[in-house]
């Protein structure tokens, strides 16, 4: 298992990511999301969780809308259409499995 990468990456506007750790299964991360942001409607092959660590989001899963706050776990199966709001300052643990390769390349390290 790899550890930490140091950079910071953003991902979309008031999104930006920093790698936990990586193994041949998992790929880990944290993200920190800014009030008002969002990450837009997308799917991936991959199957993930998001821990809510602190602040509050609307997550949507397919057709499903909830709001999610400190001690809040969403799950996104494989190929399911999902987005996440912003409502307050945000941190959030997200673990995929297995691990995305585009972050992965993107980590460059």
Do not use: C
Not at 20 to 39: C, D, K, P, T
Not at 55 to 77: H, M
Request: glycine share 8%; proline share 8%; no cysteine.
């Amino acid at each position: 298992m790899r550890g930490p990468s140091e950079k910071w990456i953003e991902v979309f506007p008031g999104v930006e990511r920093h790698r936990l750790a990586f193994s041949e299964h998992i790929y880990q991360m944290e993200v920190r999301i800014a009030a008002g942001s969002a990450v837009p409607l997308h799917q991936h092959p991959q199957e993930q969780t998001t821990y809510v660590v602190r602040g509050r989001l609307r997550v949507q899963v397919g057709d499903t809308t909830f709001e999610a706050g400190p001690g809040s776990l969403a799950r996104f199966p494989s190929n399911v259409p999902h987005a996440v709001w912003g409502l307050e300052e945000s941190l959030v643990l997200d673990t995929f499995a297995p691990p995305r390769v585009d972050y992965l390349a993107a980590d460059g390290d």
